[in-house]
Nanobody
Framework: QVQLVESGGGLVQPGGSLRLSCAASRFTFSTYWMYWVRQAPGKGLEWVSGISTGSSDTEYADSVKGRFTVSRDNAKKTLYLQMNSLKSEDTAVYFC?????????????????WGQGTQVTVSS
């Protein structure tokens, strides 16, 4: 069974940093575009970032551009999200997702695989 397992979430003060990880198993990680999608309390899903199979192409939502950096290690089958200069509005459950092609969607069913999420809370 395919698994995407996120980790690294937690409580951080505004202006702080966190690094999220997503460990993949039981599918050919290196052949999929990988994504981060988040859901703030009481709100819908928001597409955050995507990275191509070989890391040559990275994309970001305007809300996180310049503060977040997506990366991947295909040998370790792991996706990362480095989050700097965190704001209260970044508080959300962060999900990683996989799809064979590039997509900029906040609809879960548009992705081939989806993780269980990790909570990020930005608060003083």
């Amino acid at each position: 069974q395919v698994q995407l397992v996120e980790s690294g979430g937690g409580l951080v003060q505004p202006g702080g940093s966190l690094r999220l990880s997503c460990a993949a198993s039981r599918f050919t990680f290196s052949t999929y575009w990988m994504y981060w999608v988040r859901q703030a309390p009481g709100k819908g899903l928001e597409w955050v970032s995507g990275i191509s199979t070989g890391s040559s192409d990275t994309e970001y939502a305007d809300s996180v551009k310049g503060r977040f950096t997506v990366s991947r290690d295909n040998a370790k089958k792991t996706l990362y999200l480095q989050m700097n200069s965190l704001k209260s509005e970044d508080t959300a459950v962060y999900f990683c997702a996989a799809k064979k092609t590039y997509i900029r969607s906040d609809v879960k069913r548009n992705y081939a695989y989806w993780g269980q999420g990790t909570q990020v809370t930005v608060s003083s």
